[in-house]
C-alpha cells in the first residue's frame, strides 16, 4: 500500500482562501486517480470529486461543484485540494484517496488535513 | 445529491453475524457493481473491506462479505469480534463519473 503523505492542520478566517496538498509516489499518479473526501465533525464522509493526473482533468460531486478546485500536478507527485473563500461550513477533516485506475474503488488513503475555519 | 441510505445503528454479541444495507437507486447501486464498503475507527482514516460488491482486498478478514440485489447492498460480518466495533461505509459508483457514500451505520459489538 502507498503512502499518501498529506499537508497539515489549517485554521483559517471566513473569506481566506486555502490549498492543502497530498503527496505520493510516482506510481500512485501514474496508475490512480486521486480523489477528495469530506468528514465533516461527526458526520458521515462525503465524496467531493476527482482527477485524472495523466489527462489533468478534474470531475466534481455535484454537491461541490464550484465550490473548491481539485488538481493535481503529476511532474512533482502532488495533488491539491482548494478553496477562494472559505465559510465556516468548510470546517471537517479532508482525506485524499486513490483509486486505480479505471475502477471505483478507494483503496487508499491519506492521514486527512483538518480544516478549521472560525472568526 | 442524495446519500445512499444506511441504517444509523446495527448492534451483535461476539460470534453471531450481523448484516448491514445500504439502499441506493437505479442510477447508482442497481445499475453498476461498483459497491464498496468502508469500515472506520475513531480518529483513524477509513479502510476498504469490500469493493465491487463482493471481492475483499487482501489482507481482509473472510468474515466480511457483500452482496447487492436490486438496488440494495449489504455487508456481512459473521463471527463479531470486538475489534469489529467501528463505523461503516458504503459507497457506490452513480451516473456521471462520480461516487456517493452512504450515511453511515455505527456497529456495537454488545
Known amino acids: 500500500e502507498e503512502q499518501l503523505v498529506q499537508s497539515g492542520a489549517e485554521v483559517k478566517k471566513p473569506g481566506e482562501s486555502l490549498k492543502i496538498s497530498c503527496k505520493g509516489s510516482?506510481?500512485?499518479?501514474?496508475?490512480?486517480?486521486i480523489g477528495w473526501v469530506r468528514q465533516m465533525p461527526g458526520k458521515g464522509l462525503e465524496w467531493m470529486g476527482i482527477?485524472?493526473?495523466?489527462?489533468?482533468?478534474?470531475r466534481y460531486s455535484p454537491s461541490f461543484q464550484g465550490q473548491v478546485t481539485i488538481s493535481a500536478d503529476k511532474s512533482i507527485r502532488t495533488a491539491y485540494l482548494q478553496w477562494s473563500s472559505l465559510k465556516a461550513s468548510d470546517t471537517a477533516m479532508y482525506y485524499c484517496?486513490?483509486?486505480?485506475?479505471?475502477?471505483?474503488?478507494?483503496?487508499?488513503w491519506g492521514q486527512g488535513t483538518l480544516v478549521t475555519v472560525s472568526s | 445529491q442524495s446519500a445512499l441510505t444506511q441504517p444509523a445503528s446495527v448492534s451483535g454479541s461476539p460470534g453471531q453475524s450481523i448484516t448491514i444495507s445500504c439502499t441506493g437507486t437505479?442510477?447508482?447501486?442497481?445499475?453498476?457493481?461498483?459497491v464498496s464498503w468502508y469500515q472506520q475507527h475513531p480518529g483513524k482514516a477509513p479502510k476498504l473491506i469490500i469493493y465491487?460488491?463482493?471481492n475483499r482486498p487482501s489482507g481482509v478478514s473472510n468474515r466480511f462479505s457483500g452482496s447487492k440485489s436490486g438496488n440494495t447492498a449489504s455487508l456481512t460480518i459473521s463471527g463479531l469480534q470486538a475489534e469489529d466495533e467501528a463505523d461503516y461505509y458504503c459507497?457506490?459508483?452513480?451516473?456521471?463519473?462520480?461516487?456517493?457514500f452512504g450515511g453511515g451505520t455505527k456497529l456495537t459489538v454488545l
Open positions: 459507497n457506490s459508483y452513480r451516473t456521471s463519473s462520480t461516487l456517493v
Open positions: 482527477t485524472y493526473p495523466s489527462s489533468s482533468e478534474s
Open positions: 437505479s442510477s447508482d447501486i442497481g445499475g453498476y457493481s461498483y
Open positions: 510516482e506510481h500512485t499518479f501514474t496508475f490512480n486517480w
Open positions: 484517496v486513490t483509486l486505480p485506475s479505471f475502477t471505483w474503488r478507494v483503496d487508499n
Open positions: 465491487d460488491v463482493s
